[in-house]
């Protein structure tokens, strides 16, 4: 799987006509770039980031205050998971309407599916995370409209078991957020880019 993870991202030919940019506009590519780019701006950020109610806020002010180029740095981290939900979403578009989704894919469409899912989770969870009014209020009212679906008060008080951003909570969405989601993120899109390649995708070549 890995191997094939590998040679989906750097082929060895390409057929000329399957570069064009109409052909599937590279959405999937490019959302697993900006990917990547989460990634390696997280990384950057861990270093300086407190995971702790009473010092979250400050050491993000410190970052944009006194760390050479933090500002852009956590800029740059916001508006690549921006990018990576909005080309999730037009990639998820592109399939649906080119009909990509249909026998032999549904499993491959189920994968992206749940990549989606994940996606929209990892972004919701790194959202308390500066610990600001913004960020404290958007939380607790996703909490609240959480507790109101089948099982929402279950997962809820498994997100939440003390309050939004106590330190319990916080140091749970700090996990989801850098280490559990990004994870399976990336191993759901080893599976998916193995299966593209085993099933021939829309790509003739591979």
């Not at 993870?5 to 770039?33: D, M, Q, W």
């Not at 852009?72 to 399939?95: C, D, E, G, I, P």
């Not at 099982?151 to 969405?173: A, E, H, I, N, Y």
Request: hydrophobic share 55%; charged share 10%.
């Amino acid at each position: 799987m890995i191997a094939d993870f590998l040679k989906h991202l750097f082929p060895r030919v390409v057929l000329e006509k399957n570069l064009r940019i109409s052909y599937t506009f590279c959405l999937g590519g490019l959302a697993f770039t900006a990917f990547l780019l989460l990634a390696l701006t997280g990384l950057l950020l861990v270093v300086y980031y407190q995971p702790v109610p009473e010092r979250a806020f400050s050491s993000i002010l410190f970052l944009e205050s006194s760390v050479w180029g933090g500002k852009y740095l956590r800029s740059l981290h916001r508006m690549a998971s921006h990018a990576l939900l909005v080309l999730m979403f037009l990639h998820t578009l592109r399939v649906i309407l080119t009909g990509a989704y249909q026998r032999p894919r549904q499993l491959n469409w189920v994968i992206g599916f749940l990549l989606l899912c994940l996606a929209v989770f990892a972004a919701y969870t790194g959202y308390l995370l500066p610990m600001d009014q913004l960020a404290y209020w958007a939380t607790q009212t996703g909490m609240e409209l959480l507790a109101t679906v089948p099982f929402g008060t279950v997962l809820r008080s498994l997100l939440v078991p003390d309050d939004v951003g106590q330190s319990l909570s916080l140091l749970r969405f700090y996990a989801l957020h850098i280490v559990i989601l990004p994870l399976s993120m990336l191993l759901l899109c080893m599976l998916h880019f193995y299966r593209v390649r085993r099933q021939k995708g829309v790509l003739p070549y591979l």
